[in-house]
């Protein structure tokens, strides 16, 4: 599709046939979106841009709405929702305007290559394109149709230009002077009526076009005409024969810069000029002016790619706005960016401004643009916008506007109307937020590179870098090695990779040891306190850092930043507008404003400014409140998600968890600290499945564990389901103390074996497993097969396992195999891949303990394959267990001691101490068929230190250890 935007908004389809679009809402949110193809558009610009000033009550819904109507016009495909606003998925070059763009950019380059001929052809092509008023169905998007005319000004220029260099003076004079009727300080147009009609032999008139640009510029803006009017005027009255020849063609410089037009260009009528030498080329220097950018005292770490797109984006554009937290780098960044520049840049710092209306004052300032020097006493004074405007409407510069947040509506404000009005002008801001103005190109700035924990080199990673840089300028000979890496890795991970907050850490090596900063960091907001006394005061400590920030805020973005500080991972939108009591605009804002960041579908605080709106929270009183409501919204969540993961459903909800799992623990913990018990027993009984299926056996026996030691011998009536599996989390780590081996009897007598839960249904998996083989296995038997009928799917699936393994302990091998068969199907039936593993593993030890080695490897490693499918550590340690015990059958010792090996690792890892056992015991079998007594020994002893006691699950385990051990004593007796 073809879009058109200069003039009324149409679309045209394949065959160059119009596409019906609607009312003219549904045509102004085109124009909109096409004027950003192929980029997002936020919903607040184009609310702005839709309605104007005075929005309609339910704005949001109405531009839903009309979203909802272009996407039935074009198709949907063609216009695409994101988080932070809509896209219109078209390549620029099917948008009229961006074509303009294009045609108009190379039409002023190959006029600048010396090549007049095609860069007006270019030039009139792009000209062609336009059909009237730019955004002529978006009335509020002024600033934009402005931007737009004055391209079209410009490029309308850039053809007579190219005309008169091919010498068509005489068919541009009447042109020429309705333009510079219509644009009256215009001074090129002037420049170049003058030569046209100098060209056609009418020097007199030549000559008074300039006296009355003159006059008009005195009056108007008691300024003198600028470099290339006043050259103009000169060559007319030198006759300087450059004005009655053809330009010459000028090579591109090796480097492949355009080079600068000559300052005299023209032609006369041949023979009426006198012969003299032409005036000479002036070549682009190499690097232009540097107002305001200072030389930098410190090395530059680690922002190489920002750095190049950086310099990408103003290549491309006119806009680019640099946003992130404070003390990410941005100033830095954009001091190095326009260091880079080869034109002129001006450095403007907005941070000691304090009102609105010295932005352009410190614009002025920083240009070094005086007062005194553009009006006379008894002339009014010109305001700052018209005085800039004059300065910068014919010069290429790049003016970078740092610190903008607390000045954003000002300064977006007067950056658009620049941009609208000097097309040679780009602009470069920093702030916390973006200035939302039409055509900007913003560049998050995120902290620097962390190391994560197994990172091999920490000097890979910036912060660590930058780190090591700063400390050794305050502590010489301070180096990162392997004695200090950890420590150094651990203080950037603290500090969120935030530069500033690295540089004031290290700054303190000055008076403390690497070791002092690294443990106090707790409390870091008093640590950090000592910046440069030269740096402005909010960059002086890591306080005031967010205190600025935060003091930009409005009351109620204060109230969600203080609330949000509960959430330890991030939030989705829904849970931060449940949790805080908020609508989720309010959080949007937040991002806007670089207090939170977006990231995979969740906002995130960065830790130093989570610990700042955790102090506000605490301040106000509501921590306890907002707490409970946390913890209220993942026993919800939890609730819906544990009987989803015995689903085909449990890889979209494992997943869904694996981003709550930090705030689950979280608020766990909140209930224990609160003595919110039974909602705490809730929460724990309900992550079990969860817990079990990712390996968290460490994390969550800890939770269980000061779960119950602040439960003591309180019980909650019709909660048993819940305190039991709360103790049975507590057993799984592995180790059993008396008051645990209580608590575990106490489960056997509140829920025998054959209990068939209710609410917490993955309790039928484990009361077996921890609380001991039934008295009378065919009893046993019965119960389970008389009660399958009313089990709901899972449960049902699981009971025939359990009647399996009943089965086998009896001898019953065929009738076992079919159940397992069974058990297997019911399974896979509800998509449920960690039952799948938990049969298919049954089955393995089945054909093991038949002597079936090659059928037990296949089967274990169709359990593998399943585990690793599910990512579930603890069944893939099992999973390579039993497929290295057929290996050592099969005479493969090589491969099976790297299985036992690797389940090792992954046990020690998440803590499955039963499975730790039994990767050592399966070594030190290994070791000791080949003779490796001394080896076997230490093995099998591991094996029997960390392999838990009490474990129905375990006895197998243990009866090969003590088996094992005495092998190697009789072997050492036998030397």
Same mark, same amino acid.
């Given at each position: 599709?073809?879009?058109?935007?200069?003039?009324?908004?149409?679309?045209?389809?394949?065959?160059?046939?119009?596409?019906?679009?609607?009312?003219?809402?549904?045509?102004?949110?085109?124009?909109?979106?096409?004027?950003?193809?192929?980029?997002?558009?936020?919903?607040?610009?184009?609310?702005?841009?839709?309605?104007?000033?005075?929005?309609?009550?339910?704005?949001?819904?109405?531009?839903?709405?009309?979203?909802?109507?272009?996407?039935?016009?074009?198709?949907?495909?063609?216009?695409?929702?994101?988080?932070?606003?809509?896209?219109?998925?078209?390549?620029?070059?099917?948008?009229?305007?961006?074509?303009?763009?294009?045609?108009?950019?190379?039409?002023?380059?190959?006029?600048?290559?010396?090549?007049?001929?095609? !860069?007006?052809? $270019? /030039?009139? #092509?792009? +000209?062609?394109?336009?059909? *009237?008023?730019? &955004? @002529?169905? %978006?009335?509020? =998007?002024?600033?934009?149709?402005?931007?737009?005319?004055?391209?079209?000004?410009?490029?309308?220029?850039?053809?007579?230009?190219?005309?008169?260099?091919?010498?068509?003076?005489?068919?541009?004079?009447?042109?020429?002077?309705?333009?510079?009727?219509?644009?009256?300080?215009?001074?090129?147009?002037?420049?170049?009526?003058?030569?046209?009609?100098?060209?056609?032999?009418?020097?007199?008139?030549?000559?008074?076009?300039?006296?009355? !640009?003159?006059? $008009? /510029?005195? #009056?108007? +803006?008691?300024?003198?005409? *600028?470099?290339? &009017? @006043?050259? %103009?005027?000169? =060559?007319?009255?030198?006759?300087?024969?450059?004005?009655?020849?053809?330009?010459?063609?000028?090579?591109?410089?090796?480097?492949?810069?355009?080079?600068?037009?000559?300052?005299?260009?023209?032609?006369?009528?041949?023979?009426?000029?006198?012969?003299?030498?032409?005036?000479?080329?002036?070549?682009?220097?190499?690097?232009?002016?540097?107002?305001?950018?200072?030389?930098?005292?410190?090395?530059?770490?680690?922002?190489?790619?920002?750095?190049?797109?950086?310099?990408?984006?103003?290549?491309?554009?006119?806009?680019?706005?640099?946003?992130?937290?404070?003390?990410?780098?941005?100033?830095?960044?954009?001091?190095?960016?326009?260091?880079?520049?080869?034109?002129?840049?001006?450095?403007?710092?907005?941070?000691?401004?304090?009102?609105?209306?010295?932005?352009?004052?410190?614009?002025?300032?920083?240009?070094?643009?005086?007062?005194?020097?553009?009006?006379?006493?008894?002339?009014?004074?010109?305001?700052?916008?018209?005085?800039?405007?004059?300065?910068?409407?014919?010069?290429?510069?790049?003016?970078?506007?740092?610190?903008?947040?607390?000045?954003?509506?000002?300064?977006?404000?007067?950056?658009?109307?620049?941009?609208?009005?000097?097309?040679?002008?780009?602009?470069?801001?920093?702030?916390?937020?973006?200035?939302?103005?039409?055509?900007?190109?913003?560049?998050?700035?995120?902290?620097?590179?962390?190391?994560?924990?197994?990172?091999?080199?920490?000097?890979?990673?910036?912060?660590?870098?930058?780190?090591?840089?700063?400390?050794?300028?305050?502590?010489?000979?301070?180096?990162?090695?392997?004695?200090?890496?950890?420590?150094?890795?651990?203080?950037?991970?603290?500090?969120?990779?935030?530069?500033?907050?690295?540089?004031?850490?290290?700054?303190?090596?000055?008076?403390?040891?690497?070791?002092?900063?690294?443990?106090?960091?707790?409390?870091?907001?008093?640590?950090?306190?000592?910046?440069?006394?030269?740096?402005?005061?909010?960059?002086?400590?890591?306080?005031?850092?967010?205190?600025?920030?935060?003091?930009?805020?409005?009351?109620?973005?204060?109230?969600?930043?203080?609330?949000?500080?509960?959430?330890?991972?991030?939030?989705?939108?829904?849970?931060?507008?449940?949790?805080?009591?908020?609508?989720?605009?309010?959080?949007?804002?937040?991002?806007?404003?670089?207090?939170?960041?977006?990231?995979?579908?969740?906002?995130?605080?960065?830790?130093?400014?989570?610990?700042?709106?955790?102090?506000?929270?605490?301040?106000?009183?509501?921590?306890?409140?907002?707490?409970?409501?946390?913890?209220?919204?993942?026993?919800?969540?939890?609730?819906?998600?544990?009987?989803?993961?015995?689903?085909?459903?449990?890889?979209?909800?494992?997943?869904?968890?694996?981003?709550?799992?930090?705030?689950?623990?979280?608020?766990?913990?909140?209930?224990?600290?609160?003595?919110?018990?039974?909602?705490?027993?809730?929460?724990?009984?309900?992550?079990?499945?969860?817990?079990?299926?990712?390996?968290?056996?460490?994390?969550?026996?800890?939770?269980?564990?000061?779960?119950?030691?602040?439960?003591?011998?309180?019980?909650?009536?019709?909660?048993?389901?819940?305190?039991?599996?709360?103790?049975?989390?507590?057993?799984?780590?592995?180790?059993?103390?008396?008051?645990?081996?209580?608590?575990?009897?106490?489960?056997?007598?509140?829920?025998?074996?054959?209990?068939?839960?209710?609410?917490?249904?993955?309790?039928?998996?484990?009361?077996?497993?921890?609380?001991?083989?039934?008295?009378?296995?065919?009893?046993?038997?019965?119960?389970?097969?008389?009660?399958?009928?009313?089990?709901?799917?899972?449960?049902?699936?699981?009971?025939?396992?359990?009647?399996?393994?009943?089965?086998?302990?009896?001898?019953?091998?065929?009738?076992?195999?079919?159940?397992?068969?069974?058990?297997?199907?019911?399974?896979?039936?509800?998509?449920?891949?960690?039952?799948?593993?938990?049969?298919?593993?049954?089955?393995?030890?089945?054909?093991?303990?038949?002597?079936?080695?090659?059928?037990?490897?296949?089967?274990?490693?169709?359990?593998?394959?399943?585990?690793?499918?599910?990512?579930?550590?603890?069944?893939?340690?099992?999973?390579?267990?039993?497929?290295?015990?057929?290996?050592?059958?099969?005479?493969?010792?090589?491969?099976?001691?790297?299985?036992?090996?690797?389940?090792?690792?992954?046990?020690?890892?998440?803590?499955?101490?039963?499975?730790?056992?039994?990767?050592?015991?399966?070594?030190?079998?290994?070791?000791?068929?080949?003779?490796?007594?001394?080896?076997?020994?230490?093995?099998?002893?591991?094996?029997?230190?960390?392999?838990?006691?009490?474990?129905?699950?375990?006895?197998?385990?243990?009866?090969?250890?003590?088996?094992?051990?005495?092998?190697?004593?009789?072997?050492?007796?036998?030397?």
């Amino acid at each position: 599709m073809r879009f058109q935007i200069l003039g009324p908004t149409t679309v045209l389809d394949e065959d160059g046939e119009p596409v019906a679009l609607g009312g003219p809402r549904v045509r102004a949110l085109l124009a909109l979106l096409a004027l950003h193809a192929g980029r997002v558009v936020g919903a607040e610009q184009l609310v702005n841009d839709l309605y104007g000033p005075t929005p309609p009550e339910g704005v949001a819904n109405a531009l839903q709405s009309q979203v909802s109507r272009l996407r039935r016009s074009l198709g949907k495909d063609l216009v695409e929702f994101h988080p932070a606003g809509y896209r219109l998925v078209a390549e620029p070059q099917e948008v009229d305007a961006r074509r303009f763009e294009l045609l108009a950019s190379q039409g002023r380059k190959a006029l600048a290559g010396g090549d007049a001929e095609r !860069a007006a052809a $270019l /030039l009139r #092509e792009a +000209l062609e394109l336009w059909r *009237g008023a730019p &955004l @002529a169905d %978006a009335p509020h =998007a002024g600033a934009a149709a402005a931007a737009l005319e004055e391209l079209r000004l410009t490029a309308t220029e850039d053809r007579l230009q190219a005309d008169l260099d091919l010498g068509r003076h005489r068919e541009l004079v009447a042109e020429l002077s309705q333009l510079s009727a219509a644009h009256p300080l215009r001074e090129r147009l002037r420049a170049q009526l003058m030569r046209a009609l100098y060209g056609s032999g009418r020097q007199a008139e030549a000559l008074a076009v300039y006296t009355d !640009a003159r006059k $008009l /510029l005195d #009056e108007e +803006l008691g300024v003198e005409p *600028g470099a290339e &009017l @006043a050259a %103009a005027h000169l =060559a007319v009255l030198r006759a300087d024969p450059a004005l009655g020849l053809a330009k010459p063609r000028i090579e591109t410089p090796p480097d492949g810069t355009a080079p600068d037009e000559t300052v005299l260009d023209g032609a006369v009528p041949d023979g009426t000029a006198p012969q003299v030498e032409p005036a000479p080329v002036r070549q682009r220097s190499k690097q232009g002016s540097r107002q305001g950018l200072r030389a930098q005292l410190t090395s530059f770490v680690g922002r190489a790619e920002e750095l190049g797109q950086v310099s990408a984006r103003l290549r491309a554009g006119r806009l680019v706005t640099l946003i992130g937290p404070g003390g990410a780098g941005k100033t830095r960044l954009a001091t190095e960016a326009a260091a880079q520049e080869s034109g002129d840049v001006c450095f403007v710092p907005l941070a000691p401004v304090s009102d609105a209306g010295g932005v352009a004052n410190a614009v002025l300032a920083a240009l070094d643009i005086r007062d005194a020097l553009l009006h006379h006493p008894d002339r009014a004074a010109l305001d700052p916008l018209s005085r800039l405007l004059t300065a910068l409407a014919d010069r290429e510069l790049l003016i970078v506007l740092d610190n903008c947040e607390h000045l954003v509506a000002a300064t977006a404000e007067l950056a658009d109307q620049l941009l609208a009005a000097c097309p040679g002008l780009r602009v470069l801001a920093t702030g916390r937020e973006a200035l939302g103005i039409t055509g900007e190109s913003i560049l998050p700035v995120s902290p620097l590179g962390l190391p994560p924990p197994e990172a091999g080199n920490p000097l890979d990673y910036a912060a660590v870098r930058l780190f090591a840089d700063r400390a050794a300028a305050v502590r010489p000979g301070f180096a990162v090695d392997a004695g200090n890496a950890g420590q150094v890795a651990h203080i950037c991970r603290a500090l969120d990779g935030l530069p500033l907050a690295i540089e004031l850490a290290a700054a303190r090596l000055r008076t403390l040891s690497l070791s002092d900063v690294a443990a106090r960091l707790d409390d870091r907001f008093r640590l950090l306190t000592r910046g440069s006394r030269t740096a402005l005061p909010r960059h002086q400590t890591l306080r005031a850092v967010v205190a600025w920030s935060w003091d930009l805020l409005d009351e109620s973005e204060q109230r969600m930043a203080e609330r949000l500080s509960v959430f330890a991972g991030g939030a989705r939108p829904e849970a931060a507008e449940r949790v805080c009591g908020l609508p989720e605009e309010v959080l949007f804002s937040l991002a806007e404003k670089s207090l939170v960041e977006f990231a995979d579908g969740r906002f995130r605080m960065l830790e130093t400014i989570r610990a700042f709106c955790a102090e506000r929270l605490a301040e106000s009183g509501e921590q306890e409140a907002v707490r409970d409501a946390h913890a209220g919204y993942y026993l919800d969540l939890m609730m819906e998600a544990d009987p989803r993961l015995r689903t085909s459903a449990q890889m979209e909800w494992l997943a869904r968890l694996d981003e709550e799992s930090t705030d689950l623990d979280a608020a766990v913990r909140w209930t224990v600290e609160a003595r919110r018990l039974e909602l705490g027993l809730q929460l724990m009984a309900h992550s079990a499945c969860y817990w079990w299926m990712r390996g968290h056996r460490l994390t969550s026996a800890n939770l269980a564990f000061g779960l119950l030691a602040a439960l003591g011998e309180t019980r909650f009536p019709g909660r048993e389901e819940e305190y039991v599996m709360c103790v049975l989390i507590t057993a799984w780590s592995g180790g059993a103390d008396e008051t645990l081996r209580a608590r575990l009897n106490e489960a056997n007598c509140l829920l025998p074996i054959t209990h068939l839960p209710m609410r917490v249904e993955f309790l039928m998996m484990l009361l077996s497993m921890f609380t001991g083989p039934p008295e009378d296995f065919e009893t046993t038997y019965h119960l389970l097969e008389t009660g399958t009928e009313r089990l709901p799917p899972w449960q049902e699936a699981l009971s025939f396992s359990g009647q399996a393994f009943v089965l086998q302990v009896l001898g019953r091998t065929e009738e076992s195999l079919a159940k397992f068969e069974r058990s297997l199907a019911a399974f896979k039936a509800l998509g449920e891949r960690w039952g799948t593993v938990l049969v298919v593993s049954g089955l393995g030890a089945l054909r093991q303990a038949q002597g079936d080695y090659r059928a037990a490897y296949a089967l274990a490693d169709e359990a593998l394959s399943t585990a690793l499918e599910l990512d579930a550590t603890t069944e893939i340690a099992e999973s390579l267990c039993r497929r290295a015990d057929a290996l050592i059958h099969l005479d493969e010792p090589a491969r099976a001691q790297a299985d036992y090996a690797r389940a090792a690792e992954l046990s020690r890892r998440n803590g499955s101490m039963e499975t730790l056992a039994w990767a050592c015991l399966g070594q030190g079998e290994a070791a000791l068929a080949r003779g490796e007594l001394d080896r076997a020994r230490a093995l099998l002893l591991q094996a029997r230190e960390v392999c838990p006691d009490g474990w129905f699950s375990t006895e197998d385990t243990r009866e090969r250890i003590a088996a094992g051990l005495a092998a190697v004593s009789r072997a050492v007796s036998e030397r």
